[in-house]
């Protein structure tokens, strides 16, 4: 990541340390500026805020060819996220071991967008296609599962289940997501949400262990 730090008045270690420490815990851009000044460091929030931005999307394209194979039994819901004053709806599916499998922030909750999600998260080389999915009573996912299968993307075995009971791991794991939202109340544009939600989702995969070699509670081998 040598050429990825040019030109920045900070050292590479200090940037990665603020972006890592913003995405894994429930801590605010000035809050990192006080613990910098703690050690030290004069770092303006700002400043933070721009090193998240940028090296966030990053972190996630680095991360992926290392994640472990998911399992074929796929649990899928969507949660709310606050973009500009507006609710977005952040789709995000894992496997039955709670495994993250792909996430996608959307302006609608609709058909097409749920297609495009299934889309995106099949086209990953390290997720199985399912045997079964699970959903809530969404009727845009009806649509999309048919149409997925009569476009061959879809096993034509796969099963749609409309199972909210099935589905408790998914909004379980939506948890971590609003605790790292819900504090900045929201984002002022789509770009910085979709960024950042990318390093938030990033981390937590590290942190629930899907990395090759990175086992969960192992905090040395994730940083």
């Known amino acids: 990541m040598t050429n990825l730090f040019k030109w920045r008045h900070y050292e590479s270690d200090i940037i990665l340390t603020c972006v890592r420490w ?4 429930a801590l605010s851009y000035r809050h990192l500026e006080e613990l910098m000044t703690e050690r030290g460091l004069s770092v303006d929030h700002s400043t933070i805020f721009r090193w998240v931005r940028r090296y966030s999307p990053e972190l996630e394209r680095r991360c992926r060819p290392h994640l472990k194979q998911t ?12 973009v500009r004053g507006k609710w977005m709806y952040l ?8 495994m993250t499998l792909d996430f ?9 967008a749920a297609k495009r999600f299934f889309r995106k998260v099949l086209g990953r080389p390290n997720v199985s296609a ?25 096993p034509a075995q796969c099963k749609r289940r409309a199972s909210q009971y099935m589905n408790n791991i998914v ?24 960024r ?9 995969m590290v942190r629930k262990g899907r990395i090759v070699g990175v086992e969960t509670g192992n905090i040395q081998a994730q940083n």
Request: glycine fraction near 6%; aromatic fraction near 12%; charged fraction near 25%.
């Open 91 to 98: 789709y995000r599916a894992v496997d039955s071991s709670g």
């Open 71 to 82: 399992n074929d039994s796929w649990r899928v819901d969507e949660t709310y996220v606050k």
């Open 22 to 25: 913003y995405l894994c815990y």
């Open 104 to 112: 996608l922030l959307n302006e609608t909750r609709s058909n097409r």
């Open 196 to 204: 950042t939600i990318q390093g938030y989702e990033t981390m937590h």
């Open 171 to 194: 909004e379980q794991d939506h948890r971590f997501m609003k605790r790292k939202i819900n504090p900045g109340l929201g984002f002022g544009m789509y770009p910085t949400a979709w």
């Open 130 to 154: 399912p045997r079964v999915i699970n959903v809530d009573k969404n009727p845009s996912y009806i649509g999309a599962v048919r149409d997925l299968k009569h476009e061959h993307l879809l």
